[in-house]
């Protein structure tokens, strides 16, 4: 049981990691993008287009939280 609790807190740590909102909003941009390409549009641009968003929100409440 320690094995499978520790596989499953590594991969918790790796796609969650420091910040859920992150590994929320890649995970709604997937699904998002998964949902357009199968209704026929083409999506590739969804993804890294959310990544940098999301990456620059968590950068941002990052920066915000130190300062106080």
Do not use: E, K, Q
């Not at 990691?17 to 929320?24: F, N, S």
């Not at 699904?31 to 549009?41: C, D, F, M, P, S």
Request: hydrophobic share 60%; glycine share 8%; net charge positive.
């Amino acid at each position: 049981m320690n094995r499978l609790r520790t596989f499953a807190l590594f991969w918790y740590d790796f796609v969650v990691g420091d910040d859920w909102r992150i590994a929320v909003g890649v995970a709604l941009a997937l699904a998002a993008t998964a949902g357009l390409v199968h209704i026929g549009i083409n999506a590739w641009w969804l993804l890294p287009i959310t990544a940098v968003t999301v990456l620059g929100l968590s950068l941002h409440r990052a920066a915000h939280s130190t300062r106080r």
